[in-house]
């Protein structure tokens, strides 16, 4: 029996797909059977930052409503042929399907994957009900900025109304540089103030975005910082001791400018 | 760098403002608490104590502040030392105003904690 995880955050644009992307594809490559759903009707995306939007044939709905079998709507990744995705239904509305259609997917899923992820849409309405209905656990996304944390409180207190155990934390878009100019939040302030388990620190990091313009998730990139933060909360979620590490700014000023008083190193024609 | 521009600076850095706005909104979230009922319950607070002991309004703070997992209201309200030891000696100190700065006296709603 798999472990269904809903990846979730309250206030929108703070990582929750990209976090899903990358968390789905590191289990894959560790040889885990893992399942994602995309649960934001209506505003598509888990597909396109996989990079299979043009595999799409059947959706969310379509399973639920029963116009086609669950195994017909599992999109096949690219890369990994463990790593699978039902992808939302883009035309229609969150109220299409019911918390307990939700949970039941989830059930039947979990029967079949070692993990199924769930990415919830933003906000606190039946969107995001559906997406906890079946988690046995939540991870909440957020980024060390005041709106981002308000919200993930919101999200902790109905994650624990709801009867599931107390969700973990996610600390998204870390800027090192900014946190050791005090100019914001650190891991510690986050912490204090949201009281709950951190699973891990992604820094903000460009490759993110360059990753999710190509559709392939940075989780896959040995080179990328946040890829290899994705990896390592991966490693957590299977139960592996993986101490978390605040990531520290690559280069500081001073750095930089001893450098450019250095002599270059010369290179041989 | 920074420690130079710690040393000198007298304003907070914004990390710490973002993280005390964040504490005193998000107890406002958890108990929907309406903006005036703070005002109210320290002035209730300030009422009942004066009844006891002669207190200084000024230095009175009444706040729900976070702690793990729960939120406590916290209390701090400075008292006047007598000068004398007699009932007497209370009402003269009161006219007198001793300089001496009143010793606060902290009370925490749930019990166990002391404030830092």
């Given at each position: 029996m798999g472990r269904c995880i809903t990846v979730t955050s309250g206030k929108g644009g703070v990582g929750k797909t990209t976090t899903t992307a990358n968390l789905g594809m590191a289990l894959a490559m560790n040889g885990k059977n893992v399942c994602l759903i995309d649960a934001d009707i209506g505003l598509r995306n888990l597909d396109i930052v996989l990079g299979l939007e043009n595999r799409i044939v059947y959706d969310l709905v379509d399973v639920v409503e029963g116009n086609c079998r669950l195994k017909q709507a599992l999109i096949?990744?690219?890369?990994?042929?463990?790593?699978?995705?039902?992808?939302?239904?883009?035309?229609?509305?969150?109220?299409?399907?019911?918390?307990?259609?939700?949970?039941?997917?989830?059930?039947?899923?979990?029967?079949?994957?070692?993990?199924?992820?769930?990415?919830?849409?933003?906000?606190?309405?039946?969107?995001?009900?559906n997406a906890i209905a079946g988690a046995d656990e939540v991870l909440v996304v957020t980024t060390p900025e005041v709106s981002?944390?308000?919200?993930?409180?919101?999200?902790?207190?109905?994650?624990?109304?709801?009867?599931?155990?107390?969700?973990?934390?996610?600390?998204?878009?870390?800027?090192?540089?900014?946190?050791?100019?005090?100019?914001?939040?650190?891991?510690?302030?986050?912490?204090?103030?949201?009281?709950?388990?951190?699973?891990?620190?992604?820094?903000?990091?460009?490759?993110?975005?360059?990753?999710s313009n190509r559709g392939e998730p940075a989780a896959l990139s040995e080179a990328s910082k946040a890829g290899k933060a994705y990896r390592e909360i991966a490693k957590r979620l299977q139960g592996e001791d993986v101490p978390l590490v605040m990531p520290v700014a690559s280069e500081s000023f001073l750095d930089r400018m001893f450098r450019a008083f250095r002599p270059r190193p010369r290179v041989a024609s | 760098m920074n420690f130079l521009r710690n040393l000198f600076s007298r304003d907070q850095s914004s990390a710490q403002v973002a993280k005390q706005r964040l504490q005193v909104v998000l107890v406002q979230d958890h108990l929907s608490m309406a903006p005036g009922t703070m005002a109210a319950i320290k002035a209730e607070i300030m009422e009942v104590i004066s009844r006891h002991l002669e207190i200084d309004p000024e230095g009175v703070e009444v706040a729900v502040e976070r702690r793990g997992h729960g939120d406590e209201l916290v209390a701090n309200i400075p008292v006047r030392r007598n000068v004398g030891r007699s009932g007497e000696a209370i009402a003269s100190s009161r006219a007198a105003r001793p300089a001496r700065a009143p010793r606060p006296v902290t009370a925490v709603g749930r019990g166990g904690h002391q404030r830092p």
């Open positions: 096949r990744d690219k890369h990994f042929q463990n790593l699978s995705l039902i992808p939302a239904a883009q035309t229609r509305d969150k109220d299409a399907v019911s918390p307990e259609q939700m949970a039941d997917l989830c059930r039947r899923l979990s029967q079949q994957f070692d993990f199924v992820i769930v990415d919830s849409p933003a906000g606190i309405e039946q969107g995001f009900r981002a944390v308000r919200d993930a409180d919101r999200i902790i207190g109905l994650v624990e109304a709801a009867e599931i155990p107390p969700p973990r934390l996610i600390l998204n878009r870390l800027n090192p540089a900014l946190v050791q100019k005090g100019e914001m939040m650190a891991m510690e302030d986050v912490t204090d103030i949201l009281a709950i388990e951190l699973i891990g620190i992604v820094p903000e990091d460009s490759t993110i975005v360059m990753a | -």
